[in-house]
Antibody, heavy 125, light 107 residues
Framework: QVQLQQWGAELLKPSQTLSLTCAVY????????WTWIRQPPGKGLEWIGE???????YYNPSLKSRVTISTDTSKNQFSLKLTSVTAADTAVYYC???????????????????WGQGMLVTVSS | DIQMTQSPSSLSASVGDRVTITCRAS??????LGWYQQKPGKAPKLLIY???SLQSGVPSRFSGSGSGTEFTLTISSLQPEDFATYYC?????????FGQGTRVEIK
């Protein structure tokens, strides 16, 4: 059974850097997309970005200048860093796993099938 | 970005009702679409992938259809545990994008 467990700072001040880590338990760490998604209170879901099976990263253009997603394959963990946060970044942040479809050495994202528990990150002065 | 437009944004229904939610993509996404159920305070749960395949463990009253730009999630007989918010997600083109959600409430 695949489980994703996430942690990080829950309260930030404006201009600080949001930093979250997600550990993957069960299943393989390779051959999947490792994804971050957020949800402002009372609102819908926003895809932040992901890292693919060969380490290539993909970011939402709306956040690209501030986002970094990385992996530590030795620990089956992946991380999110979001710089220069403002109140607009207050949200529940989810880590998640996405299936990958292989085309030889290339991959394409498929459905997101496992999610972490989510954590509310609040940005406030 | 591909815009995913869900309708309705909310609906009221009774236990036993047939419920249909629609998701329309702003451009063709083949069948690269998933449907998710989210309950308050919980992470979304995958119900349907590649537009019409039922995720393991999901009750058969849930079904999905469509291809191209028009997609539908149907709950054949609404159960008390189905009252939640439903989202579609396209994974055909980056950035991945969600519909705005459909809240299913008790009538």
């Amino acid at each position: 059974q695949v489980q994703l467990q996430q942690w990080g700072a829950e309260l930030l001040k404006p201009s600080q850097t949001l930093s979250l880590t997600c550990a993957v338990y069960g299943g393989s760490f390779s051959d999947y997309y490792w994804t971050w998604i957020r949800q402002p209170p009372g609102k819908g879901l926003e895809w932040i970005g992901e890292v693919g099976p060969r380490g290539r990263t993909y970011y939402n253009p709306s956040l690209k200048s501030r986002v970094t997603i990385s992996t530590d394959t030795s620990k089956n963990q992946f991380s999110l860093k979001l710089t220069s946060v403002t109140a607009a970044d207050t949200a529940v942040y989810y880590c998640a796993r996405g299936q990958a479809q292989s085309f030889g050495e290339l991959f394409a994202p498929r459905e997101i099938d496992y999610w972490g528990q989510g954590m509310l990150v609040t940005v406030s002065s | 970005d591909i815009q995913m437009t869900q309708s309705p944004s909310s609906l009221s229904a009774s236990v036993g009702d047939r419920v249909t939610i629609t998701c329309r993509a702003s451009q063709v996404i083949r069948n690269d679409l998933g449907w998710y159920q989210q309950k308050p305070g919980k992470a979304p749960k995958l119900l349907i992938y590649v537009a019409s395949s039922l995720q393991s463990g999901v009750p058969s009253r849930f079904s999905g259809s469509g291809s191209g730009t028009e997609f539908t999630l149907t709950i054949s007989s609404l159960q008390p545990e189905d009252f939640a918010t439903y989202y579609c997600l396209q994974y055909n083109t980056y950035p991945l994008t969600f519909g705005q959600g459909t809240r299913v409430e008790i009538k």
